[in-house]
């Protein structure tokens, strides 16, 4: 619940706050950086708080009332900044916006199997070590810090073309991380290298969906679509089992490293279909 109520405010808060595209796509780049960096630190500190008792780990959770005093006595109600765009409609949401929010939702089912099914894709490739797959998911974090920060750079280089990229990057990432599972040939850090760019590829689209939706719905309206894009990163999460499912039935492979070969040629095919859907939009930013 926190973390549903958190997401959609902040971005809805830099929308609100700020016009300039170039402060809105940095903003959004640092505060998802920020998100990554909370994973890591608060994976680290619960670690700790676990080797004095289970119960203790719960205590990070107290992080989140100096949180609540930063964000309930410190921070001032932004200055609601009004946009005229004469493609904007009021009161609506255009149906451009479902179709970002399902790109997103698609893009976190296609690289979630890389952190929720890695422990069991390195056991059967030999690798039982917890800490090993601990540590996947600090690189898949770290790959998102690093594309996060970077992302103003690439938002203005590429345009609506980072949405079929971020797809042809998680297609590498998953082919990667299948190759590095390979029971008969693992390889550790293969599959570190896929975690990373898997992270890139959810942060390139959890960036791009934001600034994408702020061009076409009119401010009084963007909360409600910040809240359908959190709600697609929840859904995209919840979805990926059925899809690990799906994935042994059309295949008909036991190895859950199957799952990733799976997601990869539907992330390759949804490259396709993004970029279909940037040309038929228009390209234009």
């Not at 959190?230 to 492979?253: D, Y």
Request: aromatic fraction near 10%.
């Amino acid at each position: 619940i926190g973390l549903g109520t958190i997401m959609p405010l902040s971005n809805a808060l830099v929308l609100a706050a700020f016009s300039d595209e170039g402060t809105r796509s940095r903003l959004i780049g640092v505060g998802n950086a920020m998100l990554n960096v909370g994973t890591i630190v608060t994976n680290l500190l619960g670690g700790f708080l676990c080797a004095i008792s289970w119960q203790s780990t719960f205590l990070v959770y107290a992080l989140g009332i100096v949180l609540f005093a930063l964000s309930a006595f410190a921070m001032k109600e932004p200055a609601h900044v009004e946009e005229e765009n004469a493609e904007r409609k009021k009161g609506s949401l255009p149906a451009v916006t479902f179709v970002y929010i399902v790109f997103f939702l698609l893009m976190c089912v296609m690289t979630q199997p890389v952190i929720v099914y890695c422990s069991q894709v390195l056991a059967e490739a030999g690798i039982t070590n917890a800490m090993v797959s601990a540590f996947m998911v600090s690189v898949f974090s770290i790959g998102g810090i690093i594309i996060s920060l970077m992302f103003t750079g690439l938002f203005k280089l590429l345009g609506k073309m980072l949405l079929p990229a971020s797809f042809v990057v998680a297609a590498v990432a998953l082919l990667v991380c299948f190759m590095g599972g390979n029971p008969q040939d693992s390889n550790v850090i293969l599959y570190g290298v896929g975690a990373a760019l898997a992270g890139m590829a959810l942060l390139m689209v959890t960036c791009f969906t934001p600034m994408a939706i702020s061009q076409v719905v009119a401010p009084e309206m963007q909360s409600t679509a910040m809240g359908f894009v959190s709600f697609a990163m929840g859904g995209g999460t919840f979805l990926s089992t059925p899809f690990a499912q799906l994935a042994g039935i059309v295949t008909g492979a036991e190895t859950i490293g199957t799952v990733l070969m799976f997601a990869a040629c539907c992330s390759g095919a949804l490259a396709l279909v993004a970029v279909a859907f940037v040309f038929l939009s228009g390209r234009k930013k």
